[in-house]
């Protein structure tokens, strides 16, 4: 069974750092183009961070860029964002994506949820 599972999210002071995890499972992860996307409470789900898989080129929505960070390890099939300086409306459930490059085939995780407060 194909599966995307969502790791790392919690609760952190503005400023503060997260890495959240996206570990892929039942499908041949390195044809596959990952996402990070993200929804707040009211809004519309955002792209946060994409990677390819063939040669690792990446792309940030602007209001991210400098601050996070995606990558990709294809042998343990798991995908990374590390948050740095984060601010409060960074809060969301952060979900991976994972859509194949050439089909129109795709897996959503359940989602984690990123909390930035003091």
């Known amino acids: 069974q194909a599966q995307v599972v969502e790791s790392g999210g919690g609760l952190v002071q503005p400023g503060g750092s997260l890495r959240l995890s996206c570990a892929a499972s039942?499908?041949?992860?390195?044809?596959?183009?990952m996402n990070w996307y993200r929804q707040a409470p009211g809004k519309e789900r955002e792209l946060v961070a994409g990677?390819?898989?063939?040669?690792?080129?990446?792309n940030y929505a602007d209001s991210v860029k400098g601050r996070f960070t995606i990558s990709r390890d294809n042998a343990k099939k798991t995908v990374y964002l590390q948050m740095n300086s984060l601010k409060p409306e960074d809060t969301a459930v952060y979900y991976c994506?994972?859509?194949?490059?050439?089909?129109?085939?795709?897996?959503w995780g359940q989602g984690t949820q990123v909390t930035v407060s003091s």
């Open positions: 039942g499908f041949a992860f390195s044809n596959y183009v």
């Open positions: 990677i390819t898989s063939a040669d690792g080129s990446t």
């Open positions: 994506n994972a859509r194949h490059r050439l089909w129109s085939v795709e897996y």
